[in-house]
């Protein structure tokens, strides 16, 4: 097995391609990244997770027994959409970093001018200006539905409307970093469903409102440590610098900091 | 004669314990240079690091006067070059007119409408202009090579690699691939391999036969018919005394080597020497075991 492991070694790097340094181009990230945004609003996976998380959510208010007025059912779409959304960026964004793996075009991206780094930054701003912009429209929606209604108002401010797109970007950040080091496509179900049943999610909350004591500036904290993170990781797939290393090392120390300070004594 | 635009000089590749180049000498000047070899011989290698996208393990190579190891000039040759692979790979999902341009992007075509304009131009130069918004999922094997062929084309690159690129094309796209191909040789550099001696001869004023990861023959297409002068016979049966014989759609039997009993000499193609070429150097390799 050493031997075989050797060779495929020895292989790897005498058949590696020599990348295009510097820096990538911003009007061709720009350019990509509106491709990459399109493509993922439009991949079956975040349709069908956003429609899926709609149904969800009309189903268990329909338990309820109903009796919703205007800005409840709103909320009550706009929070299904949400989870939706969330479950879907994870899944498209994964795709879409995989997507030159899984299509075999190393080799004619490699003969071009672009550093590999232009993809990778493409992913990110595809993911801003679909996902993350679609879940900032979500949230305005919600906004104004919880404003509208008196009961609802209360625990809607800045701070929970700021999380959302935050966390649409950071689960998309996820979603692109294990797209760039793990070459399947079980790679995104399998961070989903590792972050719901060991209860990673329900430890450390993405969304969490003012009213249930959370630090905010450390939850806010956790939340820029987690995108970090995982931007610096999809990054130092592409070129596998010290600094890129350090800077997702640095991330995840803050990130384990502030997630365990950010919970309120005695817990949520 | 113009300065060489690919230059490699006594340049050694090996994949483990298989020797794929080994102390190969080659250089191309503008205009269109044919490799021709047997499976294995090394020519994809050789446009591999024509096309900067392997190193060598020993030797030198130049292109367009830059040295691609070198990171700077390894992107002034990129941003000069056309790439078209033996495998290309191509995101499916998009349509054609999508991925050539999202390559025409990576090429640093940032400009909206002028990128849109290229990309228009390079798929109607390869018959594409009715098909440039279906999936390339459901476009045919030889559609795809077109796909591959006009990405390759896309900003009239300097220099044009091409592997194999008339593998699954229709005898129509080959000819138009031909027009294509020579329309843009004159102070172009193209480079390409091929196992269609047709296409070589009907394309290229040179020709470099590779064989075990080394330059065979290096000249003009007659002068690779030349080898086998005088060596090509066409007879009634078949001879045990030929080192290469078929059998011809008019029932006589073509003869490469030693003339056999009551055959004719015949004019030698450009396959004749090919195969007389390489043949010879497998037989001495059979001998000699």
Known sequence: MATSLRTALTDARASAIPHTQGHPSAPGV????????????????????????????????????????????????????????????????????????????QELFGALPAPPESRTASVFVGLLLGPVAFSVVLTVMASWAF???????????????????????????????????????????????????????????????????????????????????????????????????????????LGVVMAIQQAPLGGY | MSAPTVEITDVRKDFGRTKALAGLSFDAPAGITGLLGPNGAGKTTLLRMAATVLAPDAGQIRLLGWDPSISDERLAIRRRLGYMPQEPGFHRSFTAFEFVDYIAILKEMTERSSRHEEVRRVLTLVGLEGVMDRKIKALSGGMRRRVALAQALLGDPELLILDEPTAGLDPEQRLRFREIVSERAGDRTVVLSTHQTEDVAALCPRVVVMLDGAALFDGTPNELSDVATGRVWLASERSPQARLSWRTPDG??????????????????????????????????????
């Open chain 1, 147 to 253: 404003r509208i209604n008196d009961d609802m108002a209360a625990s809607m401010d800045l701070f929970l409307a700021v999380q959302v797109p935050l966390t649409v970007f950071a689960l998309g950040a996820i979603g692109i970093a294990v797209g760039r080091w793990v070459p399947t496509l079980l790679g995104g179900p399998v961070v989903i469903a590792l972050h719901v049943f060991t209860g990673v999610i329900w430890a450390v909350p993405w969304i969490q409102d003012t009213g249930s004591g959370i630090d905010r500036p450390r939850h806010m904290l956790y939340l820029v440590a987690a995108i970090t993170m995982w931007t610096a990781l999809a990054f130092a797939r592409d070129r596998r610098t010290p600094v890129r290393f350090a800077i997702a090392a640095a991330a995840f120390v």
């Open chain 1, 30 to 105: 720009w350019a990509l990244g509106r491709i990459e945004a399109r493509r993922m609003l439009l991949h079956p996976s975040f349709l069908i997770a956003t429609a899926f998380g709609l149904f969800l959510i009309r189903g268990l208010a329909g338990t309820m027994g109903g009796g919703f007025d205007l800005a409840e059912t709103l909320a009550w779409l706009v929070g299904g959409a949400l989870i939706g959304v969330f479950v879907g960026t994870v899944l498209t964004a994964n795709v879409a970093a995989l997507r030159q793996h899984r299509d075999h075009t």
């Open chain 2, 252 to 289: 006589t039997h073509r003869h490469i080597g030693d003339a056999p009993d009551g055959a004719d000499l015949v004019p030698p193609t450009l396959e004749d020497g090919y195969l007389l070429l390489v043949g010879e150097r497998a037989f001495g390799q059979d001998e000699a075991a």
